[in-house]
């Protein structure tokens, strides 16, 4: 799987293949290859959309973990507190 920087990449050379195969005055499409390259621009952009949801599922999994062990730890530190005043000084 291709990483961001490289969607990036072939994201920017799609744009720049569709602006020279347009007329820049008019917009007009003067080479009918375009609809290729407006094809491949949206599959890119989908799969940098994926990629992106992707890493940001990961962190939020990364903090809810984070959370998890931080309420264990808690849990821990409250039950060793409890013995320590338990036992006689």
């Known amino acids: 799987m291709a990483t961001l920087y490289e969607i990036d990449n072939a994201v920017l050379t799609a744009i720049?293949?569709?602006?020279?195969?347009?007329?820049?005055?008019?917009?007009?499409i003067i080479d009918a290859s375009v609809i290729e390259d407006l094809k491949a621009l949206?599959?890119?952009?989908?799969?940098?959309?994926?990629?992106?949801e992707n890493i940001s599922l990961y962190i939020k999994n990364l903090e809810s973990?984070?959370?998890?062990?931080?309420?264990?730890?808690?849990?821990?530190?409250?039950?060793?507190n409890q013995q320590r005043l338990i036992l006689p000084i």
Request: proline share 2%; glycine share 4%.
């Open 42 to 52: 949206d599959e890119l952009q989908i799969e940098r959309d994926k990629k992106i």
């Open 16 to 28: 720049n293949n569709i602006y020279d195969k347009t007329n820049p005055e008019t917009g007009e």
């Open 65 to 80: 973990d984070a959370e998890a062990i931080k309420g264990e730890a808690d849990k821990q530190i409250d039950r060793a």
